[in-house]
């Protein structure tokens, strides 16, 4: 039985389509390239990695003052278009939780450990985050924007850890 080629295009938008909601068809990594905000030198790419119900991420940054301490966020919005960052608007808190530490079971999804420069200003920080997806559900993270701050995060300050202003900004593409 020979197929008319036509009839194979024709059809395969359909195809394509249906294949977009195969289960294993997920997206399984995201990135995200930190552009400087507020005057800053800061610079860096964020990789996320789908493994199972979790979300490990990868940064790697620089221009960060030597040995300095920052906060480190994902935030509601995944816009960066504003020169302070403010545009990606507040944490990532689809849960409607308190601002705390990742360590404390109710916080903001988006609180992350605070990220440490090294004596140079770079940083290589790994997190993972338990309950999140890449593709779907109210923890997904793509279309958000991942935030880095002047000051380290206090985790006590409501409603977001008294970190300072925001000195990078990228979406999660």
């Known amino acids: ?8 295009l024709s059809l395969a938008p359909f195809l394509l389509a249906s294949c977009s909601q195969i ?7 995201a990135h995200a390239t930190l552009e400087a905000k507020s005057d800053s030198q800061v610079a860096g790419d964020v990789d996320l990695i789908q493994q199972g119900t979790k ?4 940064a790697r940054v620089s221009g ?10 994902i ?3 995944g816009d960066c ?18 601002h705390a530490s990742q ?18 200003g770079n940083v290589i920080y790994r ?28 985790y006590v300050s409501q409603p977001a850890g008294n970190a300072g202003p925001r000195i990078a900004c990228g979406v999660i593409k």
Not at 23 to 29: A, K, L, R
């Open 103 to 120: 360590a404390t079971p109710n916080h903001h999804f988006g609180d992350l450990p605070n990220l440490t420069a090294d004596n140079t």
């Open 127 to 154: 997190a993972t985050l338990e309950d999140a997806s890449l593709s779907e559900g109210a923890h997904a993270l793509i279309g958000h924007a991942i935030i880095i701050h002047r000051d380290a995060d206090d």
């Open 1 to 8: 039985m020979q197929i008319c080629p036509r009839l194979l």
């Open 23 to 29: 289960p294993f068809m997920q997206q399984t990594s």
């Open 75 to 77: 935030h509601e919005k």
């Open 55 to 58: 979300v490990m991420l990868i």
């Open 81 to 98: 278009s504003a020169a302070d960052g403010t545009s990606a608007g507040g944490h990532f808190n689809p849960d409607a939780n308190q």
């Open 64 to 73: 960060l003052a030597p040995n300095s301490i920052h906060g480190f966020h």
